[in-house]
């Protein structure tokens, strides 16, 4: 099994981002209030990003059930990075898919090290030890997943924004450098969890100087600054003591186009740093996020072999209803050795053998096409499968 990256290491390469030589002076640009839809530019074709197919979860024990609600949650945390919607757990199809979710499980691995290393506190002056579960899922098979629950897909060719963040705690704004990896460290926990990850300036005494324009959400006056990273979007922010605990303010801009702005108040001040990679994924996600192409829904027959008793007949129908593209089965003929079902689908018939061939229920058989005279019309042929 190919060893999977521990989040810590994650979390520092999202974040560690070394001075980078300026390499030309760009004019500023003022920033334009988000595009209408009139003019929004045609969607790209999405881009596959493996990496966005692996997730890690924290093991509350050993047991077998933990580890299927753990490979459960991490399918969960999978496609919603994957669709950009926080709310794809309710959805009745993936809901469904959860419950099997080691059939979309290409391998996944276990390591265990101690929680010191995290930066947590060890009980009692004995470390406490903490075993993680890394997964990594079949990229086809959650696709048509998402595709057959009627959810968009974000595009894996994201971009890595440039954060300016401020921070005032009653004396005065100031500059989040590189070198304070672990103020914004909820804020690169929840972009890893939403699929973005972010950039630190360096802090130079000139970006250093410039905390009041972060202050301001001055995207025009932070463009020179921003232009040294050859980075066309920026995250810029801004948090501060209030009444009501903290607040904030967030302004997302790509290209010198306002993308979306937020305000958030909470008592937690990482709550609201967080905020700043869940807001910026709610947007670009919204923005960018297209209905992929599996092929036309509807009836589609298919031939299953090796159902020879009852008990086979209902392990084939507990496994096809337990599909999330399957919407319903409908049996038009059995005899001794098979049974020929009408399945109605929320994806093509591709999309169904995809998710099939991630699963251990059912095995597709080869079938030979029929010879025909010409001119005579192309008839399906029977899609055929047996039953292991």
Not at 39 to 67: F, H, W
Not at 318 to 336: G, K, N, Q
Request: positive net charge; proline residues 7%; charged residues 20%.
């Amino acid at each position: 099994m190919r060893p999977i990256a521990p989040l810590l290491t994650l979390l520092l390469c999202a974040l560690a981002l070394p001075a980078i030589a300026q390499t030309g002076t760009a004019k500023p640009r003022a920033v334009a209030p988000a595009a209408t839809e009139a003019a929004a530019t045609p969607k790209a074709r999405p881009v596959r990003d493996p990496a966005l197919y692996k997730a890690e979860i924290e093991l509350n024990s050993q047991g077998a059930a933990e580890r299927a609600n753990a490979t459960a949650r991490a399918l969960l945390q999978v496609i919603v990075k994957l669709t950009g919607n926080p709310q794809a757990g309710g959805n009745a199809n993936v809901r469904r898919a959860l419950a099997s979710a080691g059939d979309y499980v290409v391998e996944s691995a276990t390591a265990t090290a101690a929680s010191d290393r995290e930066g947590n506190t060890a009980v009692g002056g004995a470390p406490v030890y903490k075993t993680r579960l890394s997964v990594e899922f079949d990229p086809a098979a959650v696709d048509f997943l998402i595709a057959g629950a009627g959810l968009k897909y974000w595009t894996g060719a994201r971009p890595k924004p440039l954060l300016w963040l401020a921070i005032d705690d009653g004396t005065g704004p100031r500059l989040v450098s590189a070198q304070q990896i672990n103020v914004v460290r909820p804020l690169a926990q929840r972009g890893l969890e939403r699929g973005l990850r972010f950039l630190l300036p360096s802090g130079t005494p000139t970006e250093m100087a410039a905390a009041n324009a972060i202050w301001n959400l001055d995207a025009a006056a932070l463009q020179p600054l921003s232009a040294r990273y050859r980075n066309d979007t920026q995250l810029i922010g801004k948090v501060y003591r209030s009444r009501s605990g903290w607040s904030g303010w967030w302004l997302l801009v790509q290209d010198g186009q306002e993308v979306s702005r937020w305000p958030v108040t909470d008592a937690d001040p990482r709550k609201v740093i967080a905020t700043g990679a869940e807001g910026a994924a709610n947007a670009l996600a919204k923005r960018d996020a297209v209905w992929l192409d599996t092929g036309p829904a509807g009836l589609y027959a298919i031939e299953v072999g090796n159902v020879r008793q009852q008990e086979d007949y209902l392990k084939l129908m507990r496994y096809l209803t337990s599909l999330s593209v399957v919407r319903r089965v409908h049996v038009t003929r059995a005899d001794p050795q098979s049974v020929q079902l009408q399945l109605d689908l929320s994806v093509g018939q591709r999309g169904f053998r995809t998710l099939v061939a991630a699963g251990d229920a059912l095995e597709a058989v080869a079938v030979p096409e029929a010879p025909r005279a010409e001119g005579e019309p192309v008839v399906p042929s029977l899609a055929r499968f047996v039953l292991k």
